[in-house]
Each structure stands twice: as C-alpha cells, then as structure tokens.
C-alpha cells in the first residue's frame, strides 16, 4: 500500500524565519513529488513540483527530494503570517491517469 | 476564468437521498478525479477519468458512480446517501505532468 507520511504538527515558526516541511513515501517507483497548500475552508493550492533528485526553487520556496532515502521537503524563506496553513505532501506512482497519494498534511502556523 | 468548477458549494440532504455534484474544467486536460477529504481532513482519490474511461476505483462504494459526458466533464452521482458519506469532495484535472488542480469544493452533509 502506497502511503505518504507527514508529522501532522501544529509546527509554530516566528515571522521571518525558514519553516521546514518534511514527508516520507513508502512507493520507491514514484517519479512525481508535489506540495499543496490548503488554507481552512478552501480547496488545495499547488505550491511546488518536483520530479528529480535535487532543490528546486520558486520565490520563496524551496523543494528538496532525495528518491534514494523517499524523503521530500519543503522549505519557506522569510516566513509571513500569510503561510500560516496546513501544507499537504502529494506522490504519484504507478500508471499515468493514478491519482496522487496525499500525506494527512502539516499544519504551520506563522507567528507575528 | 475559473478552472476547475463545482457546483452545488454545499449540499444538505437526508440520509436514502441520491444526489449529484458537477465539475467542469476549462484547462484542456485529459485526466479527471474526484477525491473525498473526510473530518480529519484526509484527502483520498475516489476515481480518475481519462477520456470519458473509468481508470481507476479506489474501493468506493458501488452507490457513489462518476458520469462523463465529454473530457471537460466529470460529474459524480450518490445514491442512497449514508451520514458517513458526509465530507468535502473535490474534483481535480491534471496536466500531463501530473499536476494536478482542485476545483473549490462541495461541503456534503447528510442528516
């Protein structure tokens, strides 16, 4: 069975520092690593993709994947109270119209 | 523009009702799902359309049935409503990528 794991948190950053997000996965074929942001209430935003081993950065984002230890993060530069939600971990495998298998996500919370 | 559509946002119903939910997606994709995010928030892939085919089921109950009448189109029909039916449902298409965008949601509540 495929599974995603995240530590489900409250993880509480003060304003301004780096929030680091952190996710597991158990399928060692997956290829494609994503991170979702959902704020209460609304539907997931997709903040970050990646599909090799390596960073990759987007603004103030940065996504981390080593496929040899299934490990996936998620940095935030410069934290705002604005990031405060809860960050989703998303992996696909397997054929191509499979859907994404979701980790229970992290809640961040942004301290002013 | 809106990519991903939902309709109704929420649906209030009693249980042994049948109901159904739309989505509309303007992306151009061909791949479709709709996922169920339960009261602790897990979000779980229900079924995936791929050019109106059926490619997925991920152990739904036979009462839940998706309709595609093009690829811009992915409806899904309840039967039957249960109380633990009660959750939000997304629609999603995904690029080729598997990027993948959520229409807004439907809050199902069934009493």
């Known amino acids: 069975q495929k599974e995603v794991e995240q530590n489900s948190g409250p993880l509480s950053v003060p304003e301004g520092a780096i929030a680091s997000l952190n996710c597991t996965y158990s399928d060692r074929g997956s290829q494609s690593f994503f991170w979702y942001r959902q704020y209460s209430g609304k539907s997931p935003e997709l903040i970050m993709s990646?599909?090799?081993?390596g960073d990759k950065e987007d603004g103030r984002f940065t996504a981390q994947l080593n496929k040899a230890s299934q490990y996936v993060s998620l940095l935030i530069r410069d934290s705002q109270p604005s990031d405060s939600a809860t960050y989703l971990c998303?992996?696909?495998?397997?054929?191509?119209?499979?859907?994404?298998?979701f980790g229970k996500g992290t809640h961040l919370i942004i301290q002013p | 523009d809106t990519a991903v559509s939902q309709t109704p946002k929420y649906l209030v119903t009693q249980m042994g009702n049948d109901k159904s939910i739309k989505c509309e997606q303007n992306l151009g994709h061909d791949t479709m799902y709709w996922y169920k995010q339960d009261s602790k928030k897990f979000l779980k892939i229900m079924f995936s359309?791929?050019?109106?085919?059926?490619?997925i089921n991920e152990t739904v109950p036979n009462r839940f049935s998706p309709k595609s009448p093009d690829k811009a189109h992915l409806n899904l029909h309840i039967n039957s409503l249960e109380l633990g039916d009660s959750a939000v449902y997304f629609c999603a298409s995904t690029t080729p990528g598997h990027e993948q965008f959520f229409g807004p949601g439907t809050r199902l509540t069934v009493l």
């Open positions: 359309y791929n050019n109106k085919e059926l490619i």
């Open positions: 990646i599909y090799s081993n």
């Open positions: 998303a992996v696909h495998s397997g054929g191509g119209a499979d859907g994404l298998t």
